[in-house]
């Protein structure tokens, strides 16, 4: 108990021990509000991903199989031993033609539209509008756009798709008119944007039909078809909402393919728990990996491997900056004990002549160096949380105090700044530190313990 009562004295008659818990609570502090930043981001990054990727994305290794009709029908006997009536992950699978570059065109509806605002290459997917909402939320992106408001909302109602169209969203037909229902399309509403086209306008799709053989790139064939646009979709991410198009996986194919071609690139896979992908991925790779009928799979890191790095590496950088922050702090607290130990020379020699060991003494400077360990990591943590949960308003009052746009929408896709945090996550945290502080503690304490109690009193 003496141990403690000391501890306590020594902490509250230096006050300078204060500087070391202010230094450890904001080490805590930030290296708690940069990771949860950093997992927002990154959450928020692989959400937008996922929106309109899907989880996994499978198909058979043999092109020539791929191009047969039944393509969709075996991969789905393939994946179902991983279906949820199996007792897997998988939730629901939809075929998907994947074309990786068509050029979009759009007439100029206004005088002053330059050329290179009516074109642009794009991606194109082709889906199943029976099965896509299953994998992707296709109909909640669409409907995020019919819920923005920008300025006074004339912006985007040129982009809304109608209600009459939500059930077909890749069949035009006019309100009221009597005619055939026209192909449709939905593009992102950058993508729309950028063209400067409405719901109702007409945009042009062209590709290139390539020859089985080597022919001259002169006679290759140029093929188009006319798309009204239906509405736009809204996945929060630039790089989709500025390239990407849907529309119905039987126009893409008839326009496209041949009858005896396949309506299926790729397979696009939806499961219970997105971490599970690569649990996933390995699984299937391991029992259909090799042979006649080998599939392919795919993760969203595996298609974006240099974005999935430099997330990883950016969070690991910056907690190894930001824990410098707290390896300070502990050179603090070991200086701080050190001072301590010199100047209660007297005291230690005291309590080794009265009968204390030296095991008792190193237990004094290991709970003083703890202590300031707990209450700093612990003043930190309650730090952390205070910033992480009103970070959108200590935000808004910088950006009001500078007068600055720190995060603008239209550069960072989101409105508020995304944060993610997971209990065990600030455990971890609040452990490291404090363990630090008693490792930086040792050093002091077993000088304290190696003094001589006759060498201590001899001047007293």
Known sequence: MYKLALALRYLLRRRIAYVSIIAIAFGVMAMFVVGSVMDGFQKRIRQSIYKVDGHLSVRLRRDDLVRSEDHFRRVQEMLRPWTREEGGPIVAMEPRIVLRMAGIVTRAPKPWITRDKRQKFVQVFGVDPDRVNDVIPFREMIESVRNIEVGDGTATLRLRMPDRLLKTPFLWKQEGADSEPELGIVLGSRLADRLDVGVGDTVTLMSAELPPDDVDPSEVKIVQRRFHVTGCFESGRFEYDSGIAFCHIQDLKEWLRGPNEGACDEVRVRLTDPTLAEKVKAEILEKHGRGFLALRVWTWQDRMKNLAAALKFEKLAMLIVLACIIAVAGACIAGILYMVVLEKTRDIGVLLSMGATSRGVVGIFLTYGGLLGLIGTLLGVFLGLEVVW???????????????????????????????????????????????????????????????????????
């Open 390 to 460: 009103h970070l959108d308003e200590i935000i808004r009052f910088l950006e009001r105090l500078f007068d600055i746009d720190l995060f603008p929408p239209d550069v960072y896709q989101f409105k508020t700044m995304p944060t993610s945090y997971e209990t065990m996550d600030l455990v971890r945290l609040g452990g490291f530190t404090f363990l630090w502080c008693l490792v930086a503690s040792v050093l002091p304490a077993y000088r304290a313990s190696r003094l001589d109690p006759l060498r201590s009193l001899v001047y007293e």
